[in-house]
Nanobody
Framework: EVQLQASGGGLVQPGGSLRLSCAAS????????MYWLRQAPGKGLEYVLT????????THANSVQGRFTISRDNARNTLYLQMNSLKPEDTAVYYC?????????RGQGTLVTVSS
């Protein structure tokens, strides 16, 4: 069974940093493309960043370019999202996700609130 559990969210002041983690299990993490998505209050899901099995990253949300970094530790089956220079508009529930056999899996998210 595919399981994804994001953690590391919390309240942070504008300009601050957070690192999110996603613990993965139930599939071959090292060979899987992984995604970070987010859902801001009252808005739809937004793809933020993708990382392929080789570590190549793609930024989907222009608003995070140069501020957010996706990475992975295949030995720990863990996905990371380093978020710097956070802005109030980054406030959202953040989810990690993967696709297996044509099905998209998205675990429980972690809430990030950027506010002074």
């Amino acid at each position: 069974e595919v399981q994804l559990q994001a953690s590391g969210g919390g309240l942070v002041q504008p300009g601050g940093s957070l690192r999110l983690s996603c613990a993965a299990s139930g599939f071959t993490f090292s060979s899987s493309t992984m995604y970070w998505l987010r859902q801001a209050p009252g808005k739809g899901l937004e793809y933020v960043l993708t990382i392929d099995s080789g570590g190549g990253a793609t930024t989907h949300a222009n608003s995070v370019q140069g501020r957010f970094t996706i990475s992975r530790d295949n030995a720990r089956n863990t996905l990371y999202l380093q978020m710097n220079s956070l802005k109030p508009e980054d406030t959202a529930v953040y989810y990690c996700s993967t696709s297996r056999g044509g099905r998209i899996y998205r675990g429980q998210g972690t809430l990030v609130t950027v506010s002074s």
